[in-house]
């Protein structure tokens, strides 16, 4: 507290020394070398003195920029724009006498240069570090096309997805995913089912924020991963056809079109993308159960088909009352259905080598989703300082239904059966309702200190009704012992406020979020009720220090909360068969985490960061025997402690003007320790690594080429033990038209070596997994662009929705 007193006093110090001096404003305009003029210019403000960055500005569509609130003394400008030589202007002086200052005119001149008879034009990098995030730039990866939005996550540095499409980063599940800043509100199986569906077409950038502050929502222990769609970057009437084909095993294909209309006043855009996606799949488990009084091996093979049908659309409208005031509705949704059959072999005995009896399975499941949210939001700059006020209004809504049939079949080991075939059935249907709005509020109090704060409230209610049914004496008969029906509430409200100085070489940021949750979890059938309601606080600190003009250090802290998703609190049991099976558990907490980070940056691209985090009541899914089925079961528990530290770092390297590559090196250490699980004391730790290097080449005027390999190492998390994985993906892309069209061709998992072995380590259970997707795939896609490009493009809007969708199941 004495440091935060102290922070405060230097912060209000300098606002009263500011006071005292007179302020004026430097404008300017933007120009091509036709005269014409340019928007979305990065505009630099810098002192003379010490070359430090006092503001930044982005021209208007009319090429204009302006500075409010300036000190007097002497600065100078920089102009940055892709495609264009950065420009860097002559000191000037802002004089009491002359506190109104109008530039010379600025004019950009193309950076197109030439090597050896072959044209390189400067393209954004596959991998970006800025600030507070690392940025994975997706449209321009050719390695990407034809892949889903989770197989080009797997891509991205210090990300893992693993086989049942859990996503982690450096090293931690419990990732928070935001789809253009906003909140999906599902649960983590939902979210791997709509990133699934969603095109790597529809991405932009995968920004990775390790560290977030307050203003975003406190969930998600290990960092957050926001998906950024595309949005059309011309004015006037513009837009984008795609489509895509690939093969592996199994044909997928998508196509896609996106569309944008601006005029003065009114921005219209959408898009709409259709997919079919094929995929095999191969699981093998040998594992020993130990009964009282004998021990049984069982061997289980299964395969596994599934095929998907996506529609992803996007439409809004952006009305723009003045310069000042803009008014948006966005609406966007998913209608998707799919097929997945499942054949599985399981052979019983006493040993691996005997077999007295088996069980064969064949399961078919099919499965309808859509989901509608829509968007009501407000933005209004107040005043030139940068004091601006925004509210955003949600509601969403999302439907799906599963429908699945089980068969099993057991024999003698001469094929004789035992008894007749257990035919049982199941209808899931679901349904989630979300409302949402929030208030964020951001004001300069003086050009070095800056405020933000905000309020945001949400509603989700999910039922989820589950309906066994078994096939006796000719009829469908109800499970009583299945069947069920959970229906979940939850509120959250919420406050925070970030309160930022900028000093001559350092910026402090010290910011609190308020979050106070009621639930209740009714299992209905049974007349279970759990209800919960509970405040917390999660102080965030950040300080960022500039050593020199190539070194900077930093340092940060944060307190987390991860709640448990929705699919994991319902507790309905699933069976792949009588001897494998899942469930949920309504009695799980929260998880906490203390997160801290300390980085390092030389020369503005070269990132070393060490981070050290600690979960108390860390969810963790499971795989537990069932001693009295003699059955392997999967849920989640809340595991006492988790503690990980780590390291990470990232060396971009040009090694030629034609090469560039990213290297990534998470080195990583995860314990996990609980003192009752299930009747067993868990205690596991191991030091694992994850490396990643992609390579760029441009080979031929417009043609460029990808590379990268990704390897992780063995490891230990909560009772699984993993073996480690590797993979290499290549890619080629040229553009055509005039850059108006770009074919992209790409082989991913070159050497079909991408699978997932893991054993137990949780004690006294022997097991060994292998599982295998269909990864070895080939990809073609064709993009051409059209339309004018006249007027700015239409502004991203986050919505308050995000993380209530981000836990949703499928």
Same mark, same amino acid.
């Given at each position: 507290?004495?440091?935060?007193?102290?922070?405060?006093?230097?912060?209000?110090?300098?606002?009263?020394?500011?006071?005292?001096?007179?302020?004026?404003?430097?404008?300017?305009?933007?120009?091509?070398?036709?005269?014409?003029?340019?928007?979305?210019?990065?505009?630099?403000?810098?002192?003379?003195?010490?070359?430090?960055?006092?503001?930044?500005?982005?021209?208007?569509?009319?090429?204009?920029?302006?500075?409010?609130?300036?000190?007097?003394?002497?600065?100078?400008?920089?102009?940055?724009?892709?495609?264009?030589?950065?420009?860097?202007?002559?000191?000037?002086?802002?004089?009491?006498?002359?506190?109104?200052?109008?530039?010379?005119?600025?004019?950009?001149?193309?950076?197109?240069?030439?090597?050896?008879?072959?044209?390189?034009?400067?393209?954004?990098?596959?991998?970006?570090?800025?600030?507070?995030?690392?940025?994975?730039?997706?449209?321009?990866?050719?390695?990407?096309?034809?892949?889903?939005?989770?197989?080009?996550?797997?891509?991205?540095?210090?990300?893992?997805?693993?086989?049942?499409?859990?996503?982690?980063?450096?090293?931690?599940?419990?990732?928070?995913?935001?789809?253009?800043?906003?909140?999906?509100?599902?649960?983590?199986?939902?979210?791997?089912?709509?990133?699934?569906?969603?095109?790597?077409?529809?991405?932009?950038?995968?920004?990775?924020?390790?560290?977030?502050?307050?203003?975003?929502?406190?969930?998600?222990?290990?960092?957050?991963?926001?998906?950024?769609?595309?949005?059309?970057?011309?004015?006037?009437?513009?837009?984008?056809?795609?489509?895509?084909?690939?093969?592996?095993?199994?044909?997928?294909?998508?196509?896609?079109?996106?569309?944008?209309?601006?005029?003065?006043?009114?921005?219209?855009?959408?898009?709409?993308?259709?997919?079919?996606?094929?995929?095999?799949?191969?699981?093998?488990?040998?594992?020993?159960?130990?009964?009282?009084?004998?021990?049984?091996?069982?061997?289980?093979?299964?395969?596994?088909?599934?095929?998907?049908?996506?529609?992803?659309?996007?439409?809004?409208?952006?009305?723009?009352?003045?310069?000042?005031?803009?008014?948006?509705?966005?609406?966007?949704?998913?209608?998707?259905?799919?097929?997945?059959?499942?054949?599985?072999?399981?052979?019983?005995?006493?040993?691996?080598?005997?077999?007295?009896?088996?069980?064969?399975?064949?399961?078919?499941?099919?499965?309808?989703?859509?989901?509608?949210?829509?968007?009501?939001?407000?933005?209004?700059?107040?005043?030139?300082?940068?004091?601006?006020?925004?509210?955003?209004?949600?509601?969403?809504?999302?439907?799906?239904?599963?429908?699945?049939?089980?068969?099993?079949?057991?024999?003698?080991?001469?094929?004789?059966?035992?008894?007749?075939?257990?035919?049982?059935?199941?209808?899931?249907?679901?349904?989630?309702?979300?409302?949402?709005?929030?208030?964020?509020?951001?004001?300069?109090?003086?050009?070095?200190?800056?405020?933000?704060?905000?309020?945001?409230?949400? +509603?989700?209610?999910?039922?989820?009704?589950?309906?066994?049914?078994?096939?006796?004496?000719?009829? +469908?008969?109800?499970?009583?012992?299945?069947?069920?029906?959970?229906?979940?509430?939850?509120?959250?409200?919420?406050?925070?406020?970030?309160?930022?100085?900028?000093?001559?070489?350092?910026?402090?940021?010290?910011?609190?979020?308020?979050?106070?949750?009621?639930?209740?979890?009714?299992?209905?059938?049974?007349?279970?009720?759990?209800?919960?309601?509970?405040?917390?606080?999660?102080?965030?600190?950040?300080?960022?220090?500039?050593?020199?003009?190539?070194?900077?250090?930093?340092?940060?802290?944060?307190?987390?909360?991860?709640?448990?998703?929705?699919?994991?609190?319902?507790?309905?049991?699933?069976?792949?068969?009588?001897?494998?099976?899942?469930?949920?558990?309504?009695?799980?907490?929260?998880?906490?985490?203390?997160?801290?980070?300390?980085?390092?940056?030389?020369?503005?691209?070269?990132?070393?960061?060490?981070?050290?985090?600690?979960?108390?009541?860390?969810?963790?899914?499971?795989?537990?025997?069932?001693?009295?089925?003699?059955?392997?079961?999967?849920?989640?528990?809340?595991?006492?402690?988790?503690?990980?530290?780590?390291?990470?770092?990232?060396?971009?390297?040009?090694?030629?003007?034609?090469?560039?590559?990213?290297?990534?090196?998470?080195?990583?250490?995860?314990?996990?320790?609980?003192?009752?699980?299930?009747?067993?004391?868990?205690?596991?730790?191991?030091?694992?690594?994850?490396?990643?290097?992609?390579?760029?080449?441009?080979?031929?005027?417009?043609?460029?080429?990808?590379?990268?390999?990704?390897?992780?190492?063995?490891?230990?998390?909560?009772?699984?033990?993993?073996?480690?994985?590797?993979?290499?993906?290549?890619?080629?892309?040229?553009?055509?038209?005039?850059?108006?069209?770009?074919?992209?061709?790409?082989?991913?998992?070159?050497?079909?070596?991408?699978?997932?072995?893991?054993?137990?380590?949780?004690?006294?259970?022997?097991?060994?997994?292998?599982?295998?997707?269909?990864?070895?795939?080939?990809?073609?896609?064709?993009?051409?662009?059209?339309?004018?490009?006249?007027?700015?493009?239409?502004?991203?809007?986050?919505?308050?929705?995000?993380?209530?969708?981000?836990?949703?199941?499928?």
């Amino acid at each position: 507290m004495k440091i935060i007193y102290l922070l405060l006093f230097v912060l209000l110090t300098g606002n009263i020394a500011s006071a005292n001096t007179k302020q004026g404003t430097i404008s300017g305009v933007v120009v091509d070398e036709q005269s014409k003029p340019i928007d979305f210019v990065t505009i630099g403000l810098f002192k003379t003195s010490d070359s430090s960055l006092v503001k930044t500005a982005l021209t208007t569509v009319e090429g204009k920029f302006e500075f409010a609130n300036i000190n007097t003394g002497t600065y100078f400008v920089k102009a940055n724009m892709m495609g264009y030589d950065i420009f860097k202007g002559k000191p000037f002086q802002l004089t009491e006498s002359n506190l109104v200052l109008s530039l010379e005119e600025i004019r950009l001149k193309s950076n197109s240069k030439t090597l050896n008879a072959v044209s390189i034009t400067a393209i954004k990098p596959l991998i970006e570090r800025k600030t507070d995030k690392l940025v994975m730039n997706v449209e321009n990866s050719s390695i990407a096309i034809g892949s889903s939005a989770l197989e080009v996550l797997q891509k991205a540095p210090g990300v893992t997805v693993d086989q049942n499409d859990n996503i982690s980063m450096q090293g931690k599940q419990g990732v928070l995913i935001l789809l253009d800043g906003k909140q999906t509100y599902m649960s983590s199986a939902d979210v791997a089912n709509l990133l699934r569906n969603m095109q790597s077409s529809e991405l932009e950038t995968i920004e990775l924020i390790t560290n977030p502050s307050s203003k975003y929502d406190a969930s998600g222990n290990s960092g957050i991963i926001n998906i950024k769609t595309k949005k059309n970057k011309n004015g006037g009437t513009n837009g984008s056809v795609n489509a895509a084909a690939a093969y592996g095993k199994n044909f997928r294909g998508n196509a896609g079109i996106n569309l944008n209309n601006r005029t003065e006043h009114v921005n219209i855009f959408g898009n709409y993308n259709y997919g079919v996606n094929g995929r095999d799949s191969f699981i093998g488990i040998d594992r020993i159960s130990n009964g009282s009084s004998d021990t049984t091996y069982f061997m289980q093979d299964g395969n596994s088909f599934r095929r998907r049908y996506n529609n992803n659309f996007k439409v809004g409208i952006d009305y723009f009352i003045d310069k000042k005031n803009t008014i948006g509705l966005l609406v966007n949704g998913y209608l998707n259905n799919g097929t997945e059959t499942n054949n599985s072999n399981t052979l019983i005995g006493p040993s691996f080598l005997q077999k007295d009896s088996s069980l064969v399975s064949d399961n078919v499941i099919r499965n309808k989703y859509n989901n509608l949210a829509y968007n009501l939001n407000y933005k209004s700059l107040l005043d030139t300082a940068g004091q601006e006020i925004s509210a955003d209004l949600d509601y969403a809504r999302y439907n799906g239904n599963d429908k699945a049939t089980y068969n099993n079949s057991f024999f003698y080991a001469n094929g004789t059966p035992i008894r007749p075939t257990n035919y049982i059935r199941n209808a899931t249907p679901t349904k989630i309702d979300i409302k949402a709005f929030k208030i964020d509020y951001t004001v300069s109090l003086s050009k070095s200190v800056k405020l933000e704060a905000g309020v945001k409230s949400s +509603w989700v209610k999910t039922d989820n009704d589950l309906r066994a049914e078994e096939y006796k004496n000719n009829v +469908w008969q109800n499970d009583v012992l299945r069947s069920n029906q959970f229906v979940y509430d939850e509120n959250v409200n919420a406050a925070y406020t970030n309160l930022n100085k900028q000093f001559k070489n350092t910026s402090v940021q010290l910011g609190l979020r308020v979050e106070q949750t009621n639930s209740t979890g009714n299992l209905i059938t049974n007349n279970t009720v759990v209800k919960r309601s509970y405040w917390d606080f999660f102080p965030t600190v950040f300080v960022q220090q500039t050593l020199s003009k190539n070194n900077q250090v930093g340092f940060s802290y944060s307190r987390r909360i991860d709640r448990p998703s929705y699919d994991a609190l319902n507790p309905f049991v699933y069976y792949l068969d009588q001897y494998t099976y899942s469930k949920g558990n309504p009695f799980l907490n929260p998880q906490y985490t203390h997160n801290f980070e300390v980085s390092y940056t030389f020369m503005q691209k070269y990132l070393l960061s060490i981070n050290y985090s600690r979960v108390n009541d860390v969810i963790t899914e499971v795989i537990l025997p069932d001693p009295a089925q003699k059955a392997l079961y999967q849920t989640n528990a809340n595991i006492a402690k988790n503690v990980s530290y780590g390291a990470n770092l990232n060396i971009p390297i040009k090694i030629a003007k034609w090469w560039e590559t990213n290297n990534n090196l998470n080195v990583f250490n995860l314990s996990f320790e609980a003192p009752d699980l299930a009747g067993k004391v868990l205690k596991t730790g191991k030091t694992s690594f994850q490396f990643k290097t992609q390579h760029t080449f441009i080979i031929l005027k417009g043609l460029t080429g990808e590379l990268s390999g990704n390897y992780e190492s063995p490891l230990d998390y909560g009772t699984l033990s993993i073996q480690s994985r590797y993979f290499v993906d290549m890619g080629l892309s040229k553009s055509l038209f005039n850059k108006k069209a770009s074919l992209k061709l790409a082989l991913s998992d070159v050497f079909n070596t991408n699978d997932t072995e893991l054993t137990s380590a949780y004690p006294g259970l022997k097991y060994d997994l292998y599982q295998k997707n269909e990864s070895q795939i080939g990809r073609v896609s064709f993009t051409y662009r059209f339309g004018k490009n006249e007027i700015k493009p239409a502004r991203r809007r986050s919505t308050g929705t995000e993380d209530e969708q981000g836990r949703m199941k499928n």
